[in-house]
């Protein structure tokens, strides 16, 4: 077992999600199509009904639609990790993830490079994004568009962590309504992506703990600074944190004596 | 016929939560050899794959493939097995090429080697010609030639199939048994094929019997023969079984 093995195994990995991204055009859009409608239909809704203050890392008082762009970015990146998540449901279910369970290289290692490979397949999301939005002036400084790919990069393994984690507990894919519910639709909107932390201390206290403490908002804040060249230290170890815990504990579900793997039971003779 | 042992299973046993699926089972495969697990469905036979191919960890009893612990030497055993799974575990978007050579890149082989790899499995199953194709094009014969050509490409020590053929028509299933059958006799490969198809057994073979997870008879098909005292591989199976059909 050498090096060699590790680097052909991931980029395997990588070439196979990216190439299936590509190909399949209809979840491209659909990618794109959502916070393309946040942005240009609910943000120019909601421009005239919400203030916003100058608020760090703005220097200035800026449009909804600014604010929003960054959350947006969050959001491309927790339907795509919740994405990845349903994929690999799909693919236990239908059988294609076991050829990569079976081969030979320890399960942290291939269970890294498909969040590896997803968190490469929302970035490119991320930046179409970023592109349109700057043809309609939402603009962010050039070097912004620089920085923010090392908060992307670890956003994105932080939320596709996560759904790696609930890929490990989810049995069946028609669970994968739950998710939805319980999972993505509270962390949305109960973070910063939509309206900043002040808003909500206006109407509750508890909602604006929930928010601070919430894992999403912690990544679109760090998304939402690096765009505008600053390093917010905070969100980053929040992030980071986040990632470790919730890798680790995929990587214990998907452990065939320890997780819920091992607790499932086997169909067919 | 070399005795090299390539499978070994001792004592093995396994549980979803109060419900025995595999209890106490012992069986070896020589290099070789082709095993038949013949079983009824709920048998056990999909469980014990899972076993060998620690998608489940063994909790009770032992599993070596060619030396190698399957639970503590993970990765060594796997890296000397082939397997086709029952369901089709190819990705149906992507071209034949393309499943085959993703497999070669997960046991780290270089792009030079896994084209020349490929290109004999696939001429050997005559599928050469249609590696451009993507697998949802397929029809379930050739998809399952894919899938043999697929397990090969690392040369393994030891094939796994379970039930490989179902579902398919008579000349698809013909050509599969056979050539597994050549890779045993002339590749020196230890061959375990789960099925219920009686008609799949060569007279050379080597026959386990499970049921409700345990090993009724294990042998030569002439010892299953004798110890049943039955005339025919069907009469046998329906007395270990107890009447349930195969």
């Known amino acids: ?269 | 016929m070399s005795e090299k042992i390539a499978l070994s299973i001792d004592d093995l046993s396994f549980s979803y939560g109060g419900k025995k699926a595999l209890d106490s089972i012992d069986f070896k495969i020589r290099a070789g050899e082709c095993t038949i697990l013949l079983g009824p469905n709920g048998a056990g036979k999909s469980t014990l794959f899972s076993l060998i191919t620690h998608l489940y960890d063994t909790h009770q009893g032992h599993i070596e493939l060619c030396g190698f612990d399957v639970r503590q030497q993970t990765r060594q055993a796997l890296a000397l097995l082939g397997v086709v799974f029952q369901q089709t575990t190819l990705d149906m978007d992507l071209s034949v090429l393309q499943n085959l050579r993703y497999h070669a890149s997960l046991h780290g082989l270089s792009r030079k080697v896994a084209m020349q790899r490929i290109q004999k499995e696939l001429e050997q199953l005559n599928m050469y010609d249609r590696r451009f194709e993507k697998i949802r094009q397929l029809n379930g014969g050739h998809r399952r030639r894919v899938e043999i050509a697929r397990a090969l490409l690392h040369k393994p020590k030891v094939l796994l199939l379970d039930e490989p053929t179902v579902g398919l028509d008579v000349p698809s299933r013909q050509s599969i048994v056979d050539y597994v059958h050549h890779l045993a006799a002339n590749e020196n490969m230890a061959v375990l094929w789960a099925s219920h198809l009686i008609d799949e057994i060569y007279p050379n073979d080597h026959l386990v019997v499970l049921h409700k997870g345990q090993v009724k008879a294990n042998g030569s098909v002439n010892d299953v023969l004798q110890f049943s005292q039955s005339t025919s591989i069907k009469e046998a199976f329906y007395q270990l079984t107890q009447g349930e059909q195969a």
């Open chain 1, 1 to 269: 077992m050498n090096i060699l093995h590790y680097w052909r195994a991931m980029w395997g990995i990588i070439g196979r999600e990216l190439w299936r991204f590509v190909t399949q055009r209809e979840r491209f859009i659909s990618a794109l199509v959502r916070p393309l409608i946040w942005l240009f239909v609910f943000a120019a809704g909601f421009r005239a009904a919400l203030g916003l203050a100058i608020t760090p890392p703005y220097e200035t008082y800026i449009l909804y639609e600014v604010y929003i762009t960054p959350g947006l970015l969050g959001m491309i990146q927790l339907f795509n990790g919740m994405q990845s998540s349903l994929s690999m449901v799909y693919d236990r279910e239908m059988g294609s993830m076991r050829i990569l369970l079976v081969s030979p290289l320890p399960r942290w290692f291939l269970l890294l490079s498909k969040l590896l490979a997803g968190t490469g397949v929302s970035i490119v999301q991320a930046y179409v994004f970023l592109a349109i939005a700057r043809s309609y002036d939402i603009e962010a400084p050039w070097q912004g568009y620089l920085w923010v790919l090392p908060a992307l990069v670890l956003s994105g393994l932080m939320l596709g962590a996560l759904g790696l984690l609930l890929s490990s507990f989810i049995k069946q894919l028609e669970n994968f309504a739950g998710v939805m519910n319980f999972v993505i639709f509270p962390m949305f909107f109960m973070s910063t992506a939509l309206y900043p932390l002040w808003k909500l201390q206006e109407s509750s206290e508890l909602l604006t703990h929930l928010a601070q403490y919430n894992p999403f908002s912690q990544a679109v804040e760090l998304i939402r600074f690096a765009l505008y060249g600053q390093f917010n230290q905070t969100a980053f170890v929040f992030t980071l944190s986040a990632f470790v815990i919730f890798m680790l504990a995929a990587i214990l579900g998907y452990n065939p004596s320890k997780g819920m793997m091992a607790r499932k039971g086997g169909a067919g003779g």
